[in-house]
């Protein structure tokens, strides 16, 4: 016996899922993105250890923000009508309001991926892609190592519209762009 699907789980149109679609569809699972008008679930359990990065993280880029700044975890941003990805960490340059359901890229600062096993390809190489066409001007992605986070941080390239590496950080990442950021690796997944 097959299970039938939910309703919501069919898009409305020929063309796919919308960007504005996702603030209306009853019943959908949290953290659902929609990459190339394609709803993409997560399939597996969060591990503690990403959570814990992914809070941890938040907690220190907004004690080190600039005023007028927000910095929200596990929240879309609308790169175009077909692609509304859920980054990890968005540090952005409007203030924050309560009611947001998501993020333009002109008002995106900083993205960051925490990569797992369930998105490692979208978090290296789709995602990544896709901020960039979009101007979003600073990424970076984390990855494990022996249970420590490393950060590989890029800023977008104007010619190219695509990012180049500006490092690896372990132990410490130190940087003055998108704003003055220092913090201990070590105790992200503390």
């Known amino acids: 016996m097959t299970a039938a699907l939910p309703e919501w789980f069919y898009p409305p149109r020929d063309s796919g899922w919308e960007s504005d679609d996702?603030?209306?569809?009853?019943?959908?699972?949290?953290?659902?993105?929609?990459?190339?008008?394609?709803?993409?679930?997560?399939?597996?359990?969060q591990r503690s250890w990403h959570g814990r990065v992914i809070r941890q993280l938040t907690a220190a880029l907004e004690d080190q923000a600039p005023e007028a700044h927000t910095?929200?975890?596990?929240?879309?941003v609308r790169l175009n009508n077909k692609n509304r990805p859920e980054p990890d960490v968005i540090?952005?340059?409007?203030?924050?309001?309560p009611n947001r359901t998501r993020f333009l890229p002109e008002e995106v600062a900083l993205i960051v991926?925490?990569?797992?096993?369930?998105?490692?390809s979208r978090d290296r190489e789709t995602k990544p892609f896709k901020y960039a066409r979009a101007g979003i001007r600073h990424f970076w992605r984390i990855e494990e190592?022996?249970?420590?986070?490393?950060?590989?941080?890029?800023?977008?390239?104007?010619?190219?519209?695509?990012?180049?590496?500006?490092?690896?950080h372990r132990g410490r990442i130190e940087v003055?762009?998108?704003?003055?950021?220092d913090i201990d690796l070590g105790r992200l997944a503390q």
Do not use: C, K, W
């Open 22 to 45: 996702l603030d209306h569809i009853p019943e959908l699972p949290r953290h659902t993105e929609l990459i190339d008008g394609a709803l993409v679930l997560r399939t597996s359990p």
């Open 71 to 76: 910095v929200e975890a596990q929240m879309t």
């Open 91 to 97: 540090a952005a340059t409007v203030p924050y309001d």
């Open 113 to 120: 991926e925490v990569v797992s096993d369930e998105s490692r």
């Open 145 to 168: 190592e022996n249970g420590l986070p490393v950060v590989h941080s890029y800023e977008l390239d104007d010619t190219t519209q695509s990012y180049v590496a500006t490092g690896i």
């Open 176 to 181: 003055t762009v998108p704003f003055a950021i």
